[in-house]
């Protein structure tokens, strides 16, 4: 009886072990005739996958790609650096293959019509179609840099601008007891615009484990402005040397409330002499015109009789 018990525990153990054999050479079969199917399509089908993407990915954006890596293999490489400095500044309104792009494409587009204009005048004037072609010429390569420049002084405004609020904020959040990391984040939270943008993102370098001081020192370079790198600057020293950061917060906070209202004083005393240049060309001519004319008028009708 013993020896029957054996025997039929061999048996089922050995049936057990071929069953799952059969079915794991089933599987692994199985899973290479699939794989082969998607290798296979994928590869009889790529053209069909292509024409199913939209048109802007198939044409355009390559386009794009291989004119802004012509026009970046002609461009210096100083070039392309203070270009992605800028472009940084400017809080990256685009890549920089795409602001390359969009800069060839200004200097074909306004090259053209120089060309254009230089052609169809006539040959006598000579001196004015090398002056219009050298113009519009001239306007396609300076035009992206100056829309970009303009850019990154529109930020740096928006920073100046929100920078005395948020330090004063910050401030009354460390003499409340919080830290500079909690008092940022609060500045982050309650306000809005590029500087609350910067602050958060540099709030995530320093969970991402980055040095608080090389987070700040990348603050104040994305920005260029030079009251934030001051800011930037003394709580740096503060935090090596030991000092109480409540009080240089109250320090550098007064100090750009100081130079806000010199900056709006200024700006008052310049007022006038802005205002003298549309007065001269706009409003004295109209009125010039409306006292004298009915005088010419009358002139000219005893005049005549």
Known sequence: MLLVLIVLSVFATVTAVAIGVRKRSGASAMESRIQDFRSRSAVGYEDEVDLDRPFVERVLRPGV?????????????SVLA????????????MKLNAYVAFWAVCMVLFGGLALMIFVTLPGDLLLQKLGMAVVFASVGWLAPRMWLKGKVKAKQKAVLRALPDGLDLITTCVEAGLGLDAALSRVAEK????????????????????????????????????????????????????????????????QLRTKRRQRAEQAAHEAPIKMLFPLVLFIFPAFLLVILGPAAIRISDTLMK
């Open 82 to 93: 203070d270009l992605q400095k800028q472009l940084i500044m400017a809080g990256n309104p």
């Open 65 to 77: 790609e291989g004119i802004a890596r012509a026009m970046a293999s002609v461009l210096p490489a």
């Open 191 to 254: 306000s809005s615009g590029p500087l609350a943008d910067d602050i958060t993102r540099t709030l995530r370098d320093m969970a991402m484990g980055k040095l608080r001081r090389d987070a700040l020192a990348e603050l104040g370079e994305r920005n260029g402005v030079e009251e934030l790198s001051n800011f930037i600057n003394s709580v740096i020293q503060a935090e090596q040397l030991g000092v109480g950061i409540a009080q240089v917060l109250r320090v550098q906070s007064e």
